[in-house]
């Protein structure tokens, strides 16, 4: 956008929407809700200008990774304007799929970038009550409702029905990636998509990004050297309000990941 029209002691200013962590639908974490109201802002303060993404993040949910994105795509094509990203140290899975939301892509050569794929899995106990002498009892109304438990033998029929889960997203994946990227990809798409990461310099090789640029380089490259940016973040409460709350969740993070990682599968 042209911005010879303003008054001269105005200076341009670029919607900055900074989404950095891991996407989770747990509180506290990237996610729609926490995400909601920084894009309706920024797109409301845009004035025209485009709208950039400050990513850095390693991915995580699938459904909320598409739900942000989403959002995204929503007020821009609503607004007509165009979205940028800036991937920093880590646009990889869920982290990519956001990027992908932007009309452009940026990063760092060395920036890890790619990943798409699907991961699951977790731990199988089966023998560890009896050695323990401890008596299981489970009851279940559903002939798969207790599937992929951990304290039950893994059974064939269990695997398949989680691959093919697995496929699925990886597949959504893949089609949101080619619909939003299109003829700039290159290469073989199978390697494109068989999960594995890249630095920024392959990722801009392949066609996963379309340049090397940070924030700042980006607000002055699209608006000129006095652009600024005005970033829209979550609010972080003060370290004394947060204090009593930091050690329990030090280990309750740990053992919620866990269960995510079995219950669940990440972009990641």
Request: charged share 25%; proline share 6%; aromatic share 6%.
């Amino acid at each position: 956008m042209s911005t010879s029209g303003l008054l001269p002691w105005r200076r341009p200013t670029y919607s900055v929407i900074v989404l950095h962590g891991t996407i989770s639908p747990r509180p506290g974490q990237l996610n729609a809700d926490s995400a909601r109201p920084l894009i309706q802002k920024a797109f409301a303060a845009a004035a025209g200008n485009p709208v950039i993404l400050d990513i850095e993040s390693p991915g995580g949910s699938p459904v909320q990774s598409d739900l942000i994105a989403g959002m995204i795509r929503e007020r821009a094509d609503r607004a007509g304007l165009r979205v940028h990203a800036v991937i920093r140290e880590v646009g990889a899975s869920g982290g990519y799929w956001l990027a992908c939301a932007a009309d452009e892509i940026h990063a760092n050569p060395m920036s890890i970038v790619g990943s798409i794929g699907v991961v699951g899995g977790g731990f199988g106990f089966p023998g560890l009550l009896s050695r323990l002498g401890v008596e299981r009892r489970l009851y279940t109304a559903g002939h798969n409702k207790a599937r992929l438990d951990p304290f039950s033998p893994e059974k064939p029929e269990d695997v398949a029905f989680v691959k093919d889960l697995m496929e699925k997203l990886h597949a959504n994946f893949r089609d949101w990636v080619v619909r939003r990227r299109g003829n700039r990809l290159r290469g073989n798409l199978d390697t494109l998509f068989d999960g594995s990461f890249m630095l920024g310099q392959q990722a801009l090789d392949r066609g996963l990004i379309d340049g090397f640029a940070t924030v700042s380089s980006l607000v002055e490259l699209l608006g000129g050297p006095r652009a600024r940016p005005r970033s829209f973040a979550p609010k972080r409460r003060g370290l004394l309000a947060r204090l009593p709350r930091l050690a329990a969740e030090q280990g309750v993070d740990a053992l919620l990941d866990a269960l995510e990682d079995r219950a669940g599968l990440t972009l990641r």
